[in-house]
């Protein structure tokens, strides 16, 4: 059996059924592609400060996906309130937040050159890493009412498209390192 290749995994803990099954079949989906699912505090624990612990994790990973899961619900939010300069206040009722390791963890991937894949629970805010295409491959918000079937051309074809980044990046670590 070929070994698995780790893949950080960017979530917020999950506090709903729906959003557990949801880890529990993305993990099932990664761990069908030949990729090991690695996350501080469900499958990896450690007793350092939590960016040391996840800089160490996703030091030996080759890819990161982040599953933007709802966390916090903004009742009443405005951004930029009372704003007198340029852009308008924006009203951000009814809407929700996601943990902000979901834009630390994806954001320190980036800066190592890992591949990173990008999922929003419907509601979520697409603001920062959330932006579409801040930082390349991302996927259209889930809504967990009505689950993604995850071996539905609409997911599987990214889904199949960054794990061959992943792969790329275990092919190219064995690389001697060349600075000419």
Same mark, same amino acid.
């Given at each position: 059996?070929?070994?698995?290749?780790?893949?950080?995994?960017?979530?917020?803990?999950?506090?709903?059924?729906?959003?557990?099954?949801?880890?529990?079949?993305?993990?099932?989906?990664?761990?069908?592609?030949?990729?090991?699912?690695?996350?501080?505090?469900?499958?990896?624990?450690?007793?350092?400060?939590?960016?040391?612990?996840?800089?160490?994790?996703?030091?030996?990973?080759?890819?990161?996906?982040?599953? =933007?899961?709802?966390?916090?619900?903004?009742?009443? =939010?405005?951004?930029?309130?009372?704003?007198?300069?340029?852009?308008?206040?924006?009203?951000?009722?009814?809407?929700?937040?996601?943990?902000?390791?979901?834009?630390?963890?994806?954001?320190?991937?980036?800066?190592?050159?890992?591949?990173?894949?990008?999922?929003?629970?419907?509601?979520?805010?697409?603001?920062?890493?959330?932006?579409?295409?801040?930082?390349?491959?991302?996927?259209?918000?889930?809504?967990?009412?009505?689950?993604?079937?995850?071996?539905?051309?609409?997911?599987?074809?990214?889904?199949?498209?960054?794990?061959?980044?992943?792969?790329?990046?275990?092919?190219?670590?064995?690389?001697?390192?060349?600075?000419?």
């Amino acid at each position: 059996m070929a070994m698995k290749l780790p893949v950080f995994v960017s979530t917020p803990k999950s506090y709903l059924q729906a959003q557990e099954d949801f880890l529990t079949d993305v993990e099932r989906s990664l761990s069908d592609r030949g990729l090991e699912p690695v996350t501080l505090g469900r499958s990896e624990y450690d007793i350092n400060a939590p960016l040391e612990a996840v800089r160490r994790l996703m030091n030996a990973c080759c890819g990161l996906i982040c599953i =933007g899961l709802r966390r916090t619900y903004l009742a009443d =939010g405005t951004d930029r309130p009372a704003s007198d300069i340029g852009e308008a206040a924006k009203s951000r009722n009814g809407t929700w937040l996601s943990s902000p390791y979901c834009q630390i963890e994806p954001a320190m991937a980036y800066q190592i050159g890992l591949p990173i894949l990008l999922w929003r629970e419907k509601g979520v805010i697409d603001d920062g890493i959330f932006d579409r295409g801040a930082v390349g491959l991302s996927m259209p918000e889930f809504d967990l009412s009505k689950p993604p079937n995850l071996t539905d051309q609409p997911w599987k074809q990214p889904l199949d498209l960054w794990a061959d980044d992943v792969r790329s990046v275990h092919r190219k670590r064995g690389n001697a390192l060349k600075l000419w």
